[in-house]
DNA sequence: TCATTACCAACCTTTCAAGTAGGTTAATAT
DNA sequence: ATATTAACCTACTTGAAAGGTTGGTAATGA
C-alpha cells in the first residue's frame, strides 16, 4: 500500500473544498459530512494540509478552511507529500541519506528509482483541478 | 511503501540465482550469505517462490534451489505479486470485488487505477534477467 | 548412518495506521 | 459582555501487519 487512507480523505478534502470555494470559509463539520469521514479524525488530516500551508483556517463563526491557491495549483502528488512522509515505493528511497551498505553493488536499486520517477511523474502531473465535478477527465483516464 | 522487503529479498534472490544458474542447484545457506539475509526469514521468502512454481528445490546433499525456466521469462511483477500479495498502491484497488459504497461516485478512483496501471506497466515490462550483472540495464534505466 | 539440505508450524516483537477523547483559544453575532 | 461557533492542541487506544526467531521433521547422497 503506498497510500494510505490519510493520503485519500486529504486528497477528497481538496477536491470538497475545491467544489465549495465560492462559498468562502467552509467548516470542517461539513465537509466530514459530505465525505462520511469522522470529524476528529479528518482534524487530524487538515493540520497537516494547514501546516504545509495549502489551505487557511478561519476560527469562530463564519470560520471553516479554504484553499490558499486556486485547484489547478495543487499537483496530486504536492498534497499526498504532506500526509505521507514518503511516497517511495521502497524502503531503499526513503529519506534523504539513507545509507543502505549495498548501495553501489544493488542490482534492483536503479530499478526502483525508475519505479519511484513512474509514480512521481504520474501524481505530480495531475492536479486538484483534474479531479473536480467540472473537469471532463483528462491526462488521468487509463 | 508498496513493496516490503519480502518482496525486495525475493527479487534479489531470484537475481542471485540467475546469476548462478550454471551451478545447478544453490543451497540456500549460499545465497543467505551473498545477499547477507538472515536463512531463516529468507526460508520463509523461498517457501512461497517454490509455492508459486518459479523456483523450485532438492532436498539433501547436493540440493538447494534453482530457478524452473530462463531469467528472462520472469518479469518483476510476476514475483513480486508472489510475495506481496497486493501490489496496488490504494486500497480502494485490493482484492476482487472490494465495494466501497462511494465508488460510482468517487472523484479519485479512476486517478487511482491509472496510478496503478502506470506502476503495473513498469514491474510486468522488466525482466529478471533485466537485473542481472551481465545484462547491460535497459529499459528502466532513468 | 551421518551430514546435509529442504520443508513445516508456531511464536515473538516492534511499529504504524487509524481512530478516540477531551480540552483550549479565537472570532463573531446578539 | 456573553454565548456560540469553530479551529486548534495533546494524549491515548486499538488492531494489524511487517519483520523476524525458535525448534523441529523429512528426504537425499556419500
Known sequence: MLISTKGRYALRVMIDLAEHRTEGYVPLKEVAERQDISEKYLESIIKLLVKGKILT????????YRLTKSPEEYSVGAV??????????????????VSCPR????????????????IRDYLDNITVA???????????VI
Chains 1, 2 share one sequence.
Open 103 to 118: 548501495m553501489s553493488e544493488c542490482r534492483t536499486l536503479p530499478m526502483w528509482r525508475g519505479l519511484d520517477k513512474v
Open 130 to 140: 483534474d479531479l473536480t465535478a467540472s473537469d471532463s477527465g483528462g491526462n488521468y
Open 57 to 64: 483556517g478561519l476560527r469562530g463563526k463564519g470560520g471553516g
Open 80 to 97: 499526498l507529500r504532506l500526509t505521507e512522509e514518503s511516497l517511495a515505493p521502497v524502503a531503499c528511497l526513503e529519506g534523504e541519506s
